[in-house]
Every structure is written in C-alpha cells, then in structure tokens.
C-alpha cells in the first residue's frame, strides 16, 4: 500500500468539521496529513493555497491553534500531523518551544518550505534529539550534491516536488520525477508533491514514489463548495476507493 | 567581515528560500564574488556609471537651509543620476552580472516605481527582457513612472494581492522566480533578500559614499559629522554610511512614521518592529503575535514596506547607526521646504531625510558638516499627496 498524505489548511474550517474531516480521510485511505499553518505572504503557494489562507486567517487560524487543536484532539485523530507553513509562524512562537508544544500535542513534524538545511541548525537538532520530524524538500533544480545532503538531513520522509512553480500548478508528466528518484539515496519514503490534481496524475505518481502529496486539487473542492463532503468525495473518486 | 560566510551581518541576514532557489543563490555568490574582482567587470560598470548614468553626482552645500537650522548641510544629489534616483547604480551593476552569468529574462519588484524604471532602462540599455511587478496601489500613486517603464520596453505585471505595495510586489516576483527559476534573474532593488542581494546591493550603491568622501574632503577639508539618509529596504542609505562604517561619522537612519504609532499606520520597521523572517531574510520586521506581516503605510511608496536589509538591523544592534521616524505630515512639509529653499524637487522618500534636520536645529554647533543623501527626485510625486497636506 503506498501513501496519501493530504495538505489542509488549519483555520478553514470549524473545528468540528476538521475533526470530521480527520475521520473521513482515515476512512478512505489517507496516511498522513499536513495542516497548513496559515500566513500573510505565502510565497510559495499558487492562488488556491492563498486564498485558503486569507480565510483561515480571518477565522483566526494560526500556529497556536493549529497546535492546540492537535492536542486537544490528540486521542481522537486518528492520523498523524505534520505542519507546514512558513518559517515566521515558527520562530514568532519560538523555536525549541514550538518543538516541545507540538510533540506534547502529539504532532509528527513539520515542514517549513523556507527554511532550509543551512539555516537554524540549532533547531534540526533538537528536533533530531526529540525525535521530531523534519522533512526536507528536494526541487528538480537541486543539485546531486545537495540531494546528497538533503537526504541525510531528512527525518520523517522526503518531499519530492516535480517541477518548478508554486502549488497547485497542473503537472502531468512525472518523469523527471522519476529520474530524481533514482538518485536519492535514503531509507525515508519519498512522497512526490506539487501539482496532482486527477486520478491520472495519481496513478502516475504512486508508480515511481512509495506515496503523493494532495493540496490544492483537494482544497479547491472545499472553498469552491464551502462543504468537506466535496473534497472527500473526489478524493475517494481519484483514489479508487 | 560583514557578512560572514553564511550571510550574516551580526545575528542578520542569511538565506530563508525554498529549495528551488538555493542552487540559484548559490550560482549567483559565486559568481558575482568571481566576477566582481575581475578588471573588464570593474571597468564596465566604472564607465557605464560615468558616462551612462552620469556619475560622479554633485555635493552641493545647500546654503540657505544651512541658514535656516544653524550647521551646515550637504545634499548627494543622487536625484541628477539617470532616471533620477540612486536606484540605477544597482541595477546597472546587477544587471551587467546577470548578463555576464547569460542570464536574459530579468524580473524586479517596484514600489515608487523608481527601481522599475531603473531596471527597465538598464535592461534597454544591454537588450535584455524586463518584466516589473507593482502594486496596484502604487501604479496608481505612481503613474508618472508606469508610463516611462512602458516607454522603455518593460511589461508591467500589477498586484493586486494583500495590501498591493512594494510587499505585495515582492511576493509576485518571487513566485514568478520560483516558477522560472532556471531562466530568469531577480533583479532585487533594495539592499534586501536572501545573501548574498543584501551585499551585491551595497557593493553597488557605496559608489554613493565613496564619492561623498571625496567630495567633502575637498569642500571643507575633513569628514561630515553626520550622514542621514531615508530607510525603506535601505540601499541608498547603506550606500551611503559604508564607505564611512570606520569612521567617527554619525549614521541616521531615516523611515517612514505615516500617519502614527498606530500598527498599519507607518512603515517605520527598526522603529517599531522586531526580528523576523521574510523574503528570505533574518531582519527587522513589523509582524503580529502569529508571524504575520502588518500591512504598512507611507506617503512614499518607496519608503512603504514592512522590513528592512540585515545590514541595518545590525547597525541598529551594534549601536552604529541610529534610526528615527518622520511622519507623511513632515516629509511633505520637508519637501516643499527643500523645492522653495533651494530649488530641488525632492522624491516623497528623500524629503523623510530632509525633514530630520528640523530635528537636529539648535543641537548642532555653526560649522557641524550634515550630508543628506537626496535619493531621488519628485517629479513622480507630483500631485499624489495632495490630498493627505
Ligand atoms: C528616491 C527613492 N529613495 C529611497 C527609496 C527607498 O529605498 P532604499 O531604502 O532601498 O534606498 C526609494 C525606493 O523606491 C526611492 O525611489
């Protein structure tokens, strides 16, 4: 079986349809999920993740909550959580704090797209020392030596991102995906991310990788229709089951 | 030495991208480090500066508002550099690197619209393609400057995300790059960014403080007391203090105040910010208790972002330079202060610098030497802020 990890962004909802959500995605196969912190300025985000954090953040999303809500949650969600968002979420709430919130709250990690391996090295290793995943992500311009130290530096699982852009641009070919898969080197499983956004681009995926990443294809179908059935019942289409 | 290896000035700087960026950064260090030294890159740059741009700038001591606060005050006249503002030394300089690295696709940000045209005209200048995102807001305020980029060949990409301004601007570029990263050159026009931008920058605009050293020098036989300069990302400013950092000079730091103390009313980030990260950088920044970025205001486009480059927040940290807020209100007093005095229209940014010295009146003694860097000139301005006098 290979894994389905889905990006949602905390705040979105109301808790109690998050917590739905949780139970529906467990229900059809989904292995992990990736709570997105929301922020201001998301970079690296295309239209659909943007606008997905405007809303959560007139809800009142941010880290604090997210956090809270996993540890509150922490018996009934039946996934493990990674976050991801953008360093400043992190380091406003402060580095080793954060570390030592999430893990009593029960959180697997987290991905920090602007955080790369060089910075911080002080927080890698505590989170190394406190068994706190950080995956890293390998780019199609990454260079054989930085894949090399990528993959040494990864905890958790290594994100494979197919092509250059920001999320939620359409990818359909998959095979430069396949050849950078050749070249890592790590006993971590590698997710591919960016772009999935049918049951081809599905398929073709979880043919070269152990599991795929969903965001925005998933979260379109919640903020076009305001309901989480919507994105439930695609993913349960695209995902054969 | 500033920075250090990693790109840090003290505890500022460094590199905060994806992934997707970090062979790029990487690329362009080494590149700009070899290329910089080499004689054919020096010349060039040297006589594009001269006879292109139109450099050295005058020092010109502006006498009758010397009179009028007491001590005497120099103005760098960067705004009689082509294209009228200080801007064009940077990216004349960047601009020659991104040739030399076959870099043909340019992209750059722009608030008052100074940087776009700059990069527009370098860009013309060498052949090559240039694409400027701009806010919404600030093609409005700055239209003067919309027609000229479009004059000069640039595409105008506008903003309309968030609190379409120079930050906004930002973010559009740097997911433009991200998407064509392997084809394009982010010609950034502020001593901001991921390392090493925030040293490329500097290096580039100290020609300011270079010639101002040779300049007093030959006016009044020593060094200024001080130099003052408008902060925005803080490239005129640190062009100007960093061929003084070793010297017994004063550095003031001038930022936008708006209309208060209020959040979302200034822009004023070493004033009322704290350390944080954005647009690949450690530096100060005006953020909430969550990490999100406040939106900001200025009646200079220019001056109206929520960070600021690491070199200053380490100048702010090591005690080397001071940095202090003029309100809209002041800045335009300042500017129709310094057009009736002396006859120089100066860039809404500028006037902030000019407005300080009403600030120091009666604090200085009669033959103090001031030098105030005019970044730019107003004709961009005209009009604009009418409403707010
Ligand atoms: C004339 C002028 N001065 C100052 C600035 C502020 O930028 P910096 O702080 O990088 O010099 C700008 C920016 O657009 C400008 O146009």
């Known amino acids: ?241 | 030495m500033l920075p250090d290896s990693n790109g840090y000035y003290g505890n500022f700087g460094g590199r905060f991208v994806p992934e997707i960026l970090m062979g790029l950064l990487e690329e362009l260090e080494q590149n700009y480090n070899r290329i910089k030294k080499e004689k054919w890159f020096k010349e060039r740059f040297k006589q594009m500066l001269a006879d292109f741009v139109g450099r050295p700038t005058p020092l010109f001591e502006a006498k009758r508002l010397s009179g009028k606060y007491g001590f005497r005050i120099f103005l760098k006249r960067e705004d009689l550099a082509h294209t009228g503002a200080h801007k064009i030394n940077n990216t004349i300089g960047q601009a020659i690197l991104a040739e030399a690295m076959g870099k043909t696709d340019i992209i750059a940000e722009t608030g008052a619209g100074q940087h776009g045209v700059a990069t527009a005209t370098a860009c013309a200048m060498l052949g090559l393609n240039c694409k400027v995102f701009m806010g919404t807001e600030d093609i409005k305020r700055q239209y003067p400057n919309v027609e000229r980029m479009k004059i000069l060949g640039a595409e105008i990409i506008p903003v309309d995300s968030g609190t379409k301004t120079l930050k906004d601007a930002i973010n559009e570029a740097i997911r433009y790059w991200v998407t064509h990263a392997d084809k394009t050159f982010y010609l950034i026009g502020s001593a901001v960014g991921p390392h090493p931008y925030p040293s490329i920058v500097r290096d580039f605009q100290s020609v300011i403080g270079r010639e101002a050293r040779g300049q007093i020098r030959s006016k009044i036989g020593r060094l200024p007391d001080m130099i003052i300069a408008c902060v925005g990302g803080g490239s005129n400013s640190i062009g100007i203090f960093w061929p003084f950092m070793k010297e017994n000079v004063k550095f003031i730091g001038v930022e936008a105040g708006g209309k208060g103390e209020r959040i979302d009313q200034n822009a004023a980030t070493l004033t009322y910010g704290k350390p944080g990260i954005l647009h690949g950088a450690l530096s100060y920044l005006l953020y909430d208790e969550n990490g999100n970025i406040y939106p900001t205001h200025s009646v200079a486009a220019g001056l109206d972002y929520p960070g600021v480059g690491p070199a200053h927040s380490f100048f702010k940290e090591a005690g080397r330079a001071e940095y202090h807020s003029i309100s809209d209100k002041e800045a335009i007093e300042a500017f129709y202060e310094l057009s009736e005095l002396e006859g120089i229209i100066p860039a809404m940014e500028s006037a902030h610098a000019v407005a300080y010295l009403k600030k120091l009146k009666g604090k200085l003694s009669r033959d103090a030497a001031v030098i105030v860097n005019l970044s730019g000139r107003g004709d961009k301005d005209l009009g604009e802020f009418e409403e707010s006098r």
């Open chain 1, 1 to 241: 079986m290979k894994d389905i990890v889905i990006y949602f962004t905390y705040g979105l909802t109301s808790e109690d349809e998050l917590l739905e959500l949780f139970r529906r995605m467990k229900k059809i196969g989904v292995s992990a999920v990736e709570l997105g912190v929301p922020f201001s300025d998301p970079v690296a985000d295309g239209p659909i993740i943007q606008e997905a954090s405007i809303r959560a953040l007139k809800n009142g999303g941010s880290l604090k909550k997210a956090i809270e809500f996993a540890k509150k949650y922490k018996d009934k969600l039946e996934l493990p959580i990674y976050l991801m968002g953008y360093i400043n979420s992190f380091y406003s709430y402060g580095l080793s704090g954060f570390i030592e919130d999430a893990k009593a709250a029960g959180i697997a990690g987290a991905i920090i797209p602007d955080l790369p391996i060089e910075e911080f090295a002080g927080f890698r290793k505590e989170a190394e020392k406190r068994n706190f995943a950080l995956p890293v992500i390998i780019s199609p311009l990454s260079s054989e030596k930085r894949i090399k130290m990528l993959a040494k530096a990864a905890t958790g699982f290594i994100y494979l991102v197919p092509r250059m852009g920001t999320t939620g641009t359409h990818t359909d070919d998959f095979s430069a995906a396949k050849e950078m898969i050749k070249k890592i080197n790590s006993p971590l499983p590698v997710y591919v991310g960016f772009g999935i956004h049918n049951a081809a681009s599905l398929r073709s995926v979880m043919r070269i990788a152990d599991g795929a990443i969903i965001g925005s294809a998933f979260i379109k179908r919640y903020l076009d229709s305001g309901r989480i059935d919507e994105p439930i019942n695609w993913l349960r289409e695209v995902a054969g089951n």
